[in-house]
């Protein structure tokens, strides 16, 4: 390919991305919707079309697809103890098209349509033959009620409608706090954690103490002394912000598609995990109940589909930190064979160590006393967490018409039936998603 062949290339790519920037709009009107007041009151005339699997295939894939093994261009330890960048957090070496802290890949779609409530497995590129792992959960779409503080309340006259194909990331936060809690309670970060509601105790980790001859650095003056509450906030945000970025594609590859829709803020995600069955079963998180008086329950996984790192899920709290060095350090780990490694070079002298037993040890005397102060764990923060939703349907082209100029509706949107649905009449049901290609 010559240099201008290639400035061709770059300018068509750069400039496909700005007009998907440009035009992007949260576009909510959709076939088959109603907008029951106001001055935009409208009614569809048109019947609900529900996406094909072509199309879900797009969207899952933008959101959350593998792209094979990431770079892990990081610095590494070679021996305990090394101030030298702790590499070795990064918790896997498989790539997806949103980046994860940790790459922890912790991020995880549920979705709802017509038939069924899905959860979404591995994720292949759409146009490798490859189907998507889809796990059917139940039939019939979830049903959310509409009414705070289930869902909000300037969504309910377009949510989850017939029609339309609704996504729910969901991460596990806890995870990802086990990883990180192995950074900050390393010989390299040395960070002590205070406990504020129980009179600044060291959350169990008294032994650690620079003062007394430890690690960690428990003298405020060196900016390395946290709350608890801090910590949990910190790291939650920290995991959470994948879900933006996961709705982000999938909102770009809408557009591109020519698809309505957009992100969403949800309602009360705690019950849209399953907190209380009695009104409705959400997706069927397991809520583990705190003997301690006055702390909430916490979602802790769904049995043999998704389970966290924590009790009831593993015997005990140290077990779940155990299984995690050994997830990246043990016989099987990514770390332990070169092989298993993204770059070429597999030298003896690419040996990357693991963690300093003293980090270790501290991790598992904080759990602890974070288990048995709160009953739980994170002490403060949800170990599964949904804050916002994306959604995906066909719009209803003569509502933008009516209210707003031509050109609110791009090009693309306008033959988005005749390019992507030409196989299928418009109107006709899409192909299962229970159908070939797809795995119970």
């Avoid at 997806?96 to 979705?111: E, G, Q, Y």
């Avoid at 390393?186 to 129980?198: C, K």
């Avoid at 899920?313 to 779940?320: L, M």
Wanted: with cysteine; aromatic share 10%.
């Amino acid at each position: 390919m010559t240099t201008a062949e290639c400035q061709i290339s770059k300018s068509a790519a750069v400039h496909t991305l700005l007009d998907l920037l440009e035009q992007r709009k949260t576009r909510r009107f959709g076939c088959g919707m109603e907008l029951p007041a106001g001055p935009l009151r409208y009614q569809s005339t048109a019947p609900p079309i529900p996406l094909s699997q072509e199309e879900t295939r797009y969207l899952l894939f933008a959101g959350v697809g593998e792209t094979g093994r990431h770079l892990a261009d990081m610095q590494y330890a070679s021996r305990p103890g090394r101030e030298d960048g702790q590499g070795m957090a990064i918790m896997n070496f498989q790539g997806r098209t949103t980046p994860s802290a940790c790459a922890a890949n912790t991020t995880k779609l549920f979705l709802s349509n017509d038939e069924g409530v899905y959860f979404a497995g591995s994720m292949s590129h759409p146009e490798s033959g490859v189907p998507p792992e889809l796990i059917p959960l139940q039939q019939g779409r979830l049903e959310i009620p509409r009414q705070l503080p289930y869902m909000l309340s300037f969504n309910q006259w377009y949510t989850n409608r017939p029609g339309t194909l609704y996504i729910l990331p969901v991460t596990e936060v806890a995870r990802v706090y086990l990883n990180l809690l192995l950074v900050l309670l390393s010989e390299e970060y040395g960070y002590f954690i205070v406990d504020s509601d129980h009179g600044n105790s060291g959350c169990g980790l008294d032994l650690f103490r620079r003062s007394r001859g430890g690690h960690l650095h428990d003298d405020p003056a060196t900016n390395r002394v946290m709350t608890l509450r801090e910590l949990d906030a910190a790291i939650s945000d920290t995991a959470l912000q994948e879900q933006g970025m996961v709705c982000q594609n999938m909102f770009l590859m809408a557009q591109a598609m020519g698809l309505g829709g957009g992100i969403q803020s949800v309602g009360s995600g705690r019950h849209l995990l399953g907190l209380e069955p009695r009104i409705f079963p959400g997706l069927g998180f397991h809520f583990a109940n705190s003997p301690v008086s006055g702390v909430r329950a916490n979602p802790m996984g769904v049995a043999n589909l998704w389970e966290g790192p924590c009790p009831p899920f593993v015997s005990s709290i140290e077990e779940a930190v155990l299984n995690l060095v050994e997830s990246k350090f043990g016989a099987g780990g990514i770390y332990t064979s070169p092989a298993s490694r993204p770059w070429i070079t597999q030298d003896g002298r690419s040996h990357i160590a693991s963690y300093d037993p003293r980090a270790i040890d501290a991790v598992i005397h904080f759990c602890n006393y974070v288990y048995k102060t709160y009953g739980r764990f994170p002490a403060h923060a949800d170990a599964f967490k949904t804050v916002i939703a994306f959604q995906a349907h066909h719009l209803d082209v003569s509502f933008y018409d009516k209210f707003y100029p031509n050109e609110s509706v791009p090009q693309t949107h306008r033959d988005h039936l005749a390019a992507w649905h030409h196989e299928h009449p418009v109107g006709e049901p899409a192909v299962s998603l229970l159908h070939e290609g797809v795995h119970p």
